[in-house]
């Protein structure tokens, strides 16, 4: 696992599966790592379970099996991007994060300290693997932004967190406050696609989330562009001006 240089800037990304990244934040992970930041990826799980459909169907398939095939996935798909990946095999349908993985996480905020965090909606009724682990990556920012947890080792910030789009936002009271141009980094974004085989059936469903932002983006801006990605703010923006 690569590791930021001292002077990198980097983000940290926090999936609940590993390929959640992959459709909801590639764009954002292509983009930064372009830019010359560090793009850590924690997957909390390999979506072994519930996400990994089409694997379950072949004859004598195993979750060993599956979960090497997701991990070779989604290495790929973070090669392309251009991101770190750190998979914690925490499992899933149901994901159970243990005190010891929110310390792990919280850890990886002390050691790169990221300049933003990325992660899923708080809320999902079709999947709550997904909620958990965006509570399991502000939780984590929490401990690390505390002076008596590992008081040998400097606090980080306050990063900000952004939430990345859920599948079906309507449901899940998501809605951005943030549109990305990711057009630059798109080619990037649709190979790190196709590395998804277990979840062919998406591909042309985030294809079409992507322009849908990107049509939103041009309206609210006077760019013209052509995909792009949602994100909801957490915490307010401050600066000494409005923009």
Request: charged residues 25%; hydrophobic residues 40%; glycine residues 6%.
């Amino acid at each position: 696992m690569s590791q930021p240089k001292a002077t990198q800037p980097s983000i940290l990304v926090v999936s609940a599966h590993a390929a959640d990244f992959v459709w909801r934040a590639g764009g954002a992970i292509a983009l930064y790592a372009e830019r010359g930041y560090h793009v850590r990826i924690v997957c909390l799980s390999f979506g072994e379970r519930g996400e990994s459909a089409k694997m379950w169907r072949h004859p004598g398939m195993t979750i060993e099996l599956v979960k090497a095939a997701r991990l070779e996935e989604a290495q790929r798909a973070a090669d392309i991007l251009g991101g770190t990946l750190e998979c914690f095999d925490l499992g899933d349908y149901p994901l159970r994060v243990p005190d010891q993985a929110l310390l792990r996480l919280a850890d990886i905020y002390r050691e790169i300290r990221p300049e933003l965090v990325l992660s899923h909606s708080r809320e999902d009724i079709y999947n709550f693997d997904h909620p958990l682990a965006t509570h399991v990556a502000q939780e984590a920012r929490i401990i690390a932004q505390a002076h008596g947890y590992k008081p040998e080792v400097s606090v980080i910030g306050a990063p900000p967190v952004f939430l990345f789009e859920p599948h079906q936002p309507e449901q899940c009271n998501w809605k951005p406050d943030v549109l990305l141009d990711i057009s630059p980094v798109w080619e990037k974004k649709q190979r790190a696609f196709t590395t998804m085989a277990a979840q062919e059936h998406l591909w042309e469903y985030y294809t079409r989330v992507a322009l849908q932002r990107g049509a939103q983006a041009t309206r609210n801006s006077d760019s013209k562009i052509q995909y792009g990605e949602g994100y909801a703010r957490v915490f307010p923006q401050v600066s000494e001006f409005l923009a």
